[in-house]
Every structure is written in C-alpha cells, then in structure tokens.
C-alpha cells in the first residue's frame, strides 16, 4: 500500500513563495513519473506540475516560471516550489505517482493523501 503524505502549506501575502513536500512510501518512488495537483473549492482537481524520473518537468500554463517540480529519489519526496503566488493559487495541494494512458497524465492511485493548504491573501 503506498502512502502519500504532503506537507508545508500555509496562509501567505502574495508575492509569497512556498515549498511544498511529498514522501511516498515504498519502493516505487525513484521509477516513477509524479505530479502535484491542486484542487480549489467547487473545482475539479487539476495536474499543475510534473517531473519524470530523469527530472524531465511539465507545468500547467498558470504556473509556468513560478512554480518548479523537484525530486529527491534518495528520500522518495517530490518537492513544489511555489514563488510569486497569487490569490487564485489558494488550494488544497496534493500528490501522486503518474500514469500515461494515451498521451494523458492520471493518477496512478485511487487513495490520495490528505492534502496540504494553500491559502494566498491579497
């Protein structure tokens, strides 16, 4: 059963930056595709970054040159640097290992984490 525990969010002014953290447990981690996804109230979850296993990286076109992906595979945890936030960045923040199916990034597992909260204020 692999777990995902996020980590690091809090309320900040914007302009804020942020470093959001992920563990994954099991001996999955280091082989595997991950992502951050972000979910705001009344919105569907959305993949806003992703980092390959050769620390290829993908962002959603909101978060391009604010946000960067990074992996430590020697401590399985994925890491969201999140500068120069902005109030529409307020979400819950969460993470999971990565599927391709067709072209598409998903979520590999059903059961996510608990999430971590950001909340930027004006």
């Known amino acids: 059963q692999v777990q995902l525990v996020e980590s690091g969010g809090g309320l900040v002014q914007a302009g804020g930056s942020l470093r959001l953290s992920c563990v994954v447990s099991?001996?999955?981690?280091?082989?595997?595709?991950m992502g951050w996804y972000r979910q705001a109230p009344g919105k569907q979850r959305e993949l806003v970054a992703s980092?390959?296993?050769?620390?290829?990286?993908k962002y959603v076109d909101s978060v391009k040159g604010r946000f960067t992906i990074s992996r430590d595979n020697a401590k399985n945890t994925v890491y969201l640097q999140m500068n120069s936030l902005k109030p529409e960045d307020t979400s819950v923040y969460y993470c999971?290992?990565?599927?391709?199916?067709?072209?598409?990034?998903?979520?590999?597992?059903?059961?996510w984490g608990q999430g971590t909260q950001v909340t930027v204020s004006t």
């Open positions: 999971n290992v990565l599927s391709q199916t067709m072209g598409v990034l998903i979520p590999r597992f059903a059961s």
């Open positions: 099991g001996s999955i981690f280091s082989a595997n595709t």
């Open positions: 980092i390959t296993s050769d620390s290829s990286t």
